[in-house]
C-alpha cells in the first residue's frame, strides 16, 4: 500500500492475485472472476442457509435464499469484483460459528467465531457497526451467563486475526500508510465527491440501472417491500421466540446490527448501493421468518394453505421473470462494446510497460491515484502526499496521456503549456497525448 494509494485494506486484492497470474491481465480475465465471485455469492448463500436452518428453520432457510436471489440490490451488487462480497461471507461465516459457540461452548469455536469477526472487519470496514454490536452483545451475553472465559477465547481469536494483518504490513514496510488509508483517507475521499447519491437515491423508481427495466417494475416493489417485511418479521420473532435465549439472542444481534448500520448509512455524506449489503440479507432473514411463519399458521387449513401457496408460488414466478428481463435489459441499455474497443485500441497502441497519465487499466500507474478516481475529486490531504500533475509528467518516463477536453480544464496553466509542448495527440485516439520524441 505504499506504492500507491487505495482505501481498502488489499486482502481482496491479494486473494484474486493467483487468478489473474493465470488468467493475465485482460478483458478476458473479468470473466474468470465473474465465475469466481458467482461462486463466493454462492457459498454465502449456502452458509446463510446453514445460518437460517440452524437458528429458524429450513423452510426459512430456503425463502431466505429465495429473497436473497430476487433482491434486486444483492443481484446488482452482490456478485462485483469487490471487497464488500468477500467480507460479507467472511462475516457470514463468522455468525455461523457464534452460533455453534453458543450452542457447544467449545472454546476452538468461540476463537473462530472472534477470528472471522475480526476478519470480515479487516477486509472492509463498512461491516464495522455489525462488528461492534456483535462483539459487544456477545460480551453481554456471556457476562450474564457467568462465562466470560469464553468470551477471551472470542477476543483472542479477534485479536489474532488483527495481529497477524498488522504483522504482514510491519514486514512489508507499509503499516503506517495502510492505518492512513484505510482510516483517515476512507473519510476524506467521502467528503470530496462532487455529485454524492443522496440518502435514499437507489431506492427511486425509474432508475434502469438500478432496477433494469424503466418506471416501477416489479424488481422496485421487492426493494420497497423488503424493508417492511423485515420490520414485520423481526417484531414477530422477537415476540415468538422471547423464551428461546439463543433464538432470541440472534434475533435482537440482528436487529442490532441492522439499526447500527441504517445509523452508519444516515451519517455518510455519499455512498453507494454495495453498503446495502451490509443490511439488506438481515432484512431477507427477517422476511424469510415472517413469511415461512404465515405459511405455518395456515397449514391446518387445507384450502387457505393450498391458496397460499398457489400465491406465493406466483408471486415467486413473477418476480423472477422480470428479475431475469431486467438483467437481460441492463447490459443492452449500457453496451460495453464501445469502451471494450477503446480499450483494446489503446492496449495496442501503449505497451505493456509504459506508464500512462493519469491511468490506464492494466498498465503501471504514473501516480499513486489507481484507475477510477476522478483526480479534481481527489481531496487535498490525499493529493499533497503525492507528486503534482506537473512533477509526474515531467518523467520522461512518461509517455502517454489519457486526457479529454473536460479533463484539461482541470489542470494547472503550467501542467496544460507543458503537455502542448510536449506531447501530441494521436491521429486515431484523440484523447490518448504521445510525448514528442526528442
Given at each position: ?7 481498502h ?6 486473494l484474486?492475485l ?7 491481465f ?9 465465475i469466481f465471485?458467482?461462486?463466493?455469492y454462492?457459498?454465502r448463500?449456502?452458509?446463510?442457509w ?9 423452510t ?6 429465495v429473497?436473497m ?8 451488487s ?15 461465516a463468522?455468525l455461523?460459528?457464534v ?28 461491516i464495522?457497526?455489525s462488528?461492534?454490536?456483535l ?19 472470542c477476543?483472542?481469536?479477534?485479536v ?6 498488522c ?40 432508475n ?8 416501477k ?8 417491500l423488503?424493508?417492511v ?5 423481526a ?9 428461546s ?18 445509523l452508519?448509512?444516515f ?6 448501493v454495495?453498503?446495502?449489503l451490509?443490511v ?50 441492463r447490459?443492452k441499455?449500457y453496451?460495453?462494446?464501445y ?8 492496449w ?9 497519465y ?28 503525492y ?5 509526474a ?7 502517454f496521456?489519457?486526457?479529454t ?12 503549456s ?21
Open positions: 500500500m505504499h506504492h500507491f494509494f487505495s482505501i485494506a488489499p486482502i481482496f486484492h491479494y484474486l493467483p487468478l489473474f497470474s493465470v488468467t493475465g485482460t478483458l478476458e480475465s473479468f470473466r474468470t472472476l465473474r465471485m458467482i461462486v463466493l454462492s457459498i448463500l449456502g452458509l446463510g446453514l445460518l437460517v436452518s440452524k437458528v429458524f428453520s429450513k426459512a432457510a430456503w425463502m431466505f435464499v429473497i436471489l430476487l433482491d434486486p440490490f444483492a443481484t446488482f452482490g456478485m462485483q469484483i469487490r471487497p464488500d462480497n468477500l467480507m460479507t461471507l467472511v462475516f457470514t463468522a455461523l460459528f452460533i455453534a459457540a453458543l450452542i457447544k461452548q467449545s472454546p476452538w469455536t468461540w476463537f473462530f467465531s472472534g477470528f472471522f469477526i475480526g476478519l470480515s472487519a479487516l477486509i472492509s470496514l463498512k464495522a457497526p462488528v461492534g454490536v462483539l459487544s452483545m456477545l460480551f453481554v451475553y456471556c457476562l450474564i451467563k457467568k462465562n466470560i472465559r469464553h468470551y477471551g477465547f477476543a483472542v481469536g479477534t489474532v486475526s488483527a495481529a497477524v494483518f504483522l504482514f504490513f510491519f514486514i512489508q514496510g507499509s503499516f503506517f500508510p495502510m492505518l492512513q488509508q484505510v482510516l483517515a483517507d476512507s473519510g476524506a475521499m467521502q467528503s470530496s465527491l462532487w455529485n454524492p447519491p443522496p440518502f435514499g437515491f437507489f431506492y427511486w423508481p425509474y434502469t440501472v438500478m432496477y433494469g427495466l424503466g418506471g417494475p416489479v424488481t422496485w416493489y421487492i426493494a420497497i423488503l424493508p417485511g423485515a420490520l414485520t418479521g417484531l414477530y420473532s422477537s415476540m415468538r421466540w422471547r423464551h435465549k439463543i433464538k432470541l439472542f440472534f434475533i435482537l444481534v440482528c436487529i442490532g446490527m441492522a439499526g447500527a448500520q441504517y452508519f448509512l451519517t455518510l455524506r455519499s455512498f453507494f454495495q453498503y446495502y451490509t439488506n440479507w438481515i432484512c431477507a432473514l427477517f422476511a424469510a421468518v415472517f413469511i415461512d411463519a404465515v405459511t405455518h399458521s395456515v397449514k391446518k387449513y387445507k384450502a387457505a394453505a393450498m391458496i397460499l401457496h398457489l400465491f406465493l408460488f406466483f408471486l415467486f414466478v413473477l418476480v423472477s421473470y422480470y428479475s431475469v428481463a431486467a438483467n437481460i435489459s447490459p441499455a453496451p460495453a462494446a469502451d471494450e474497443a477503446i480499450m483494446r485500441k489503446r495496442a497502441i501503449v505497451p505493456s510497460d509504459a506508464a500512462v493519469p491511468v490506464l487499466l492494466f498498465r503501471p500507474l504514473s501516480q499513486p491515484i489507481p484507475y477510477g478516481y476522478f483526480i479534481p475529486e481527489v481531496p487535498p490531504l490525499i493529493r499533497n502526499r507528486p503534482g500533475s506537473l512533477e509528467l515531467s518523467h520522461t518516463s512518461i509517455r496521456l489519457i486526457l477536453e473536460y479533463h484539461m480544464r482541470f489542470l494547472d496553466p503550467e501542467t496544460v507543458y503537455i502542448w509542448a510536449h506531447f501530441t495527440r494521436h491521429p486515431d485516439d484523440t484523447d490518448l497525448w504521445v510525448r514528442n520524441t526528442e
